[in-house]
């Protein structure tokens, strides 16, 4: 038995030898520190980066180091994951029609929820805001790509396996999928014995790891890559969400990433890390856990954040009200939110003082929040206001996170937290700003910047029908969710026939309103796949330079400078022997009727 | 295109704010109805108001309207105050 282990340690050393003599001879590392001089490359010189020729079909997308195709290449995969989360949940809400557990066995479905907060949390949220972030950050701040672009391929490569892990026990015939929920509290995430859980948290690592270095690209990128004529006066408040997020990203992932690799070792090889009496217990998980978890929940709202104060201003006619202030309370929410995860366990029975302390913060967290959303209302107060796509998400955006933050509010408060924790009010609570918020945003950013990356307009019916079947289902499901709350009804159960406290007829039909508005909520999404891919395929190119108009109002941003320098040059292909950005784009054609609303 | 109305942007904010409050109201609504027992209105710590679901409606609409109210008054004042941005606005 020693020998045998020995062997293996022995062989496992010479693979690793044998693995970094390869990469010495296969890569001259060295060639690729071309930008670590820190200025900025001048426009169209010879940046060594693969602008110049892409090899051709399924190869391109494989080798790219692009940040657009890398930018394009996360937003596939969110996507895909966004919509596997959300068929996962479907099964979930059909199983809740009726109070007994009839639709799947109580096992599959707590394997469900388990999939459905981790893949919409990890595979969707973190990689669809790092699609923009590749995409846009290098072309609003006028660097020729990512600081190290091939980490932010590595980057992105981490997360198909990272998937496959993670969906693992659907995927292997014979294991079972793991049903830890997505807090994985111990112990009983130790004590399940599903290979399913192990698959999973090595998944989770690996997405962990990428998130990690993606966020190292994007400090990096923001300090060293910006064009001359950008400083941190002039940063837009996208990138600055960006940043202030790869920071928290920065202190709260590598966390994750060494309690889930202590929550393996419980698991596997014995140690008792979490374990009652030797170990710290299930309160040091669930310390380490959230001081993660709840920075995790500003990295996934911050930068939408910072696309909806990029886009209102453009469908208003005006610059954002009150700028630096949105930017300080980017900065306040960033620094604020590692001060209040024991929000999460006020009824763990952790002392009352510190319980009141992490009260306070927590109300505390509330005043950047509503700053940030008192100065988009003044914005669109004196604006004259475009109901296009974008913006309609946006203004949803708003009124979502108004109930979803006032909900929050209300359970930062211990003696009300006490009563509704672990109800379907906190399920309500944060899907308003999950999905009301945060979704609601991403679609207002691919909506805005489609002209951009497909070089096609969308179809603004559909879009319109998307908007209002998204806004209505969120607003069924989860307002039906906050009054099942109030009727005490528990979370995470597949069945409720055996809930005693409640009127059940109420709670039934609150149930079945909520499954009805996910199904509403699916029909807007299957349209906006619809409204996405035939208009990806079939649509005319645009040829306005200026789609939405910017110019007349003083806000034509540079992305759209890259637009339209893309569409002037003589050959419109991929080399980028044009400027990259800059504000000097007399050569446009007059502006012309875009999606604008009449 | 542009050529729009100034108050279009005042129109959909004050939309969304009744929405809002619409909200509120009907989650008080369903709760007097169907929680009576748990509810206790009291408005502003100082007016009893019945556990009934008109009671609890008016209880969550008057909380909201003036609790949202309150931040877009000042939003309307600042707006007209220290807005200052672009002279063809007003
Ligand atoms: C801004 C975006 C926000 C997001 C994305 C968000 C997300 C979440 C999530 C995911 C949970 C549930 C965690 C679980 O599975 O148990 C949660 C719970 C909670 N949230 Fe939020 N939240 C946000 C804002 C707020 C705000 C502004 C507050 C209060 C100031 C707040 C207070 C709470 C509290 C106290 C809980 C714990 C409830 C309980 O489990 O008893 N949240 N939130
Ligand atoms: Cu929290």
């Known amino acids: ?598 | 295109m542009s050529v729009r109305t100034v108050n279009r942007g005042r129109r959909v904010v004050l939309v969304v704010y009744l929405v809002v409050i619409a909200i509120a109201g009907l989650m008080g609504a369903i709760l007097g109805a169907t929680r009576p027992d748990i509810v206790d209105p009291v408005l502003f710590g100082v007016v009893q108001l019945p556990a009934s679901p008109l009671g609890m409606a008016a209880y969550g609409m008057i909380t909201v309207g003036i609790a949202i109210g309150v931040l877009l008054g000042a939003v309307a004042y600042v707006a007209a105050r220290f807005d200052t941005h672009e002279p063809g606005g007003e």
């Open chain 1, 1 to 598: 038995m020693a020998g045998q282990q020995l062997a293996l340690t022995v062989l496992m050393g010479l693979v690793l030898v044998g693995v970094a003599a390869l990469l010495t001879r296969i890569e001259d590392w060295r060639q690729y520190t071309p930008l670590a001089g820190g200025s900025a490359v001048a426009v169209g010189e010879d940046t060594g980066y693969g602008h110049r020729e892409k090899p051709s079909g399924v190869i391109r997308w494989l080798t790219t180091v692009d940040h657009k195709d890398i930018g394009i290449l996360y937003g596939v995969f969110a996507l895909l994951a966004l919509a596997i989360g959300g068929l996962m949940v479907m099964v979930m809400r059909f199983e809740l029609i009726t109070p007994a557990s009839d639709v799947v066995s109580a096992q599959f479905y707590n394997a469900l929820l388990t999939s459905h907060g981790i893949t919409m949390l990890f595979l969707f949220g973190t990689p669809i805001i790092a699609a923009f972030g590749n995409y846009f950050v290098p072309l609003l701040i006028g660097a020729d790509d990512m600081a190290f672009p091939r980490i932010n391929a590595i980057a992105f490569w981490l997360l198909p396996p990272g998937a496959l892990l993670i969906w693992g026990g659907f995927l292997v015939p014979g294991i079972a999928p793991a049903q830890t929920s997505w807090t994985m509290y111990t112990p009983l995430s130790v004590e399940q014995a599903h290979v399913g859980a192990d698959l999973m948290l090595l998944g989770l690592h690996l997405t962990g790891v990428s998130a990690t270095m993606g966020a190292i690209n994007f400090i990096v990128t923001i300090f060293t890559e910006r064009g001359e004529d950008v400083n941190w006066a002039n940063l837009d408040i996208f990138s600055w969400t960006m940043l202030t997020q790869s920071g928290l990203i920065l202190f709260a992932f590598p966390l994750l990433g060494s309690a889930i690799v202590m929550l393996l070792l419980d698991r596997n090889l014995g140690t008792l890390f979490y374990a009652v009496g030797e170990g710290g217990g299930p309160i040091l998980w669930q310390h380490l856990f959230w001081f993660f978890g709840h920075p995790e929940v500003y990295i996934l709202v911050l930068p939408p954040m910072g696309l909806i104060s990029y886009i209102i201003p453009r469908f208003s006619g005006r610059k954002l009200f009150g700028f630096k202030f949105v930017v300080y309370s980017t900065l306040a929410i960033g620094v604020l939110s590692f001060g209040v995860w024991a929000h999460h366990m006020f009824a763990t029975g952790i002392d009352p003082r510190l319980r009141a302390s992490f009260m306070a913060v927590s109300l505390a967290i509330a005043i950047p929040s509503a700053v940030k959303t008192f100065n988009w209302i003044t914005t669109m107060w004196n604006g004259r206001i475009r109901l296009a796509a974008p913006m309609l998400f946006s203004i949803g955006f708003i009124s979502n996170f108004i109930i979803g933050g006032v909900t929050g509010v209300f359970l930062a408060a211990i003696p009300i937290d006490l009563i509704l924790t672990d109800t379907y009010y906190v399920v309500g609570h944060f899907h308003y700003i999950v999905m009301g918020a945060i979704a609601f945003a991403v679609f207002a950013g691919i909506y805005y910047w489609f002209p951009i990356f497909t070089g096609k307009m969308y179809q603004r019916t559909l879009a319109k029908w998307h908007f209002w079947l998204s806004m209505i289902g969120t607003n069924v499901t989860f307002f039906a969710m906050l009054l099942l709350g109030y009727m005490e009804m528990p979370r995470r159960y597949a069945s409720y026939d055996m809930v005693t406290v409640g009127p059940l007829e109420a709670q039934t039909l609150l149930h079945q309103a909520a499954t009805v508005g996910a199904v509403i909520l699916l029909v807007g999404q299957v349209i906006f796949v619809w409204n996405v891919v035939s208009s990806w395929l079939d649509a005319p190119k645009v040829t306005d330079t200026d789609p939405w108009d910017l110019k007349q109002s003083g806000l034509f941003t540079r992305e759209f400078g890259w637009h339209a320098d893309r569409l002037t040059a003589a050959d419109g292909g991929e080399q980028q022997t044009v400027t990259d950005g800059g504000e000097k784009h007399e050569a446009t054609d007059s502006p012309q009727p875009g999606d604008t609303e009449a």
